[in-house]
T-cell receptor, first 110, second 114 residues
Framework: DTAVSQTPKYLVTQMGNDKSIKCEQN?????MYWYKQDSKKFLKIMFS???????INETVPNRFSPKSPDKAHLNLHINSLELGDSAVYFC?????????FGPGTRLTVT | QKEVEQNSGPLSVPEGAIASLNCTYS??????FFWYRQYSGKSPELIMS??SNGDKEDGRFTAQLNKASQYVSLLIRDSQPSDSATYLC??????????????WGLGTSLAVNP
């Protein structure tokens, strides 16, 4: 019955590798988001999709590429991983203004 | 730069007391305000939303909004040790492309002591 799910939960990889995180929501929401929460716990929006259309791109490096195959799924692909990409990445969804979060993916780049 | 400010704490209260968490925001035209709770190692969980000036109560939680002062607060009555968490304030704003997004405070860490 998980409303917003993400895989994987943990990701440990080396610099320079490429990795993907997947997100799915079963709430029927039209809008999905990717957030990054850094070591200081600051939560910052990266991308937002509404009905598969990208509507927010918050000056994220081109190495990050989101993809929404349908409105229930939002994936995040990261190329050429850097040490500074280490963080927790949260997916969220909303119908209007209230956002609901997935469990997060803890990415560690070594 | 649109901002949301919170006192980082830690705010320490005894069990059974009222915990008061405060948040100020810079965008005068914001209309939607949210409080999330985040336990260590977990994701943010929505606990209250408020859209109109005044108080909104839900169980032990009361959100208070004053748009003139650009201030939103969260009161937790009869605080329990299970309320110990970081409380994040979020404000809905429009970006340059006229799309809505949440901007977040850094959170206030609350510790409820048995």
């Amino acid at each position: 019955d998980t409303a917003v799910s993400q895989t994987p939960k943990y990701l440990v990889t080396q610099m320079g590798n490429d990795k993907s995180i997947k997100c799915e929501q079963n709430l029927g929401h039209d809008t999905m988001y990717w957030y990054k929460q850094d070591s200081k716990k600051f939560l910052k929006i990266m991308f937002s999709y509404n009905n598969k259309e990208l509507i927010i791109n918050e000056t994220v490096p081109n190495r990050f590429s989101p993809k929404s195959p349908d409105k229930a799924h939002l994936n995040l692909h990261i190329n050429s991983l850097e040490l500074g990409d280490s963080a927790v990445y949260f997916c969220a969804s909303s119908q209007l203004f209230e956002q609901y979060f997935g469990p997060g993916t803890r990415l560690t780049v070594t | 730069q649109k901002e949301v400010e919170q006192n980082s704490g830690p705010l320490s209260v005894p069990e059974g007391a009222i915990a008061s968490l405060n948040c100020t925001y810079s965008d005068r035209v914001s209309q939607s305000f949210f409080w999330y709770r985040q336990y260590s190692g977990k994701s943010p969980e929505l606990i209250m939303s408020i859209y109109s000036n005044g108080d909104k109560e839900d169980g032990r939680f009361t959100a208070q909004l004053n748009k003139a002062s650009q201030y939103v607060s969260l009161l937790i009555r009869d605080s329990q040790p299970s309320d110990s968490a970081t409380y994040l304030c979020a404000v809905n704003v429009r970006n340059a492309g006229n799309n809505r997004k949440l901007i977040w405070g850094l959170g206030t860490s609350l510790a409820v002591n048995p």
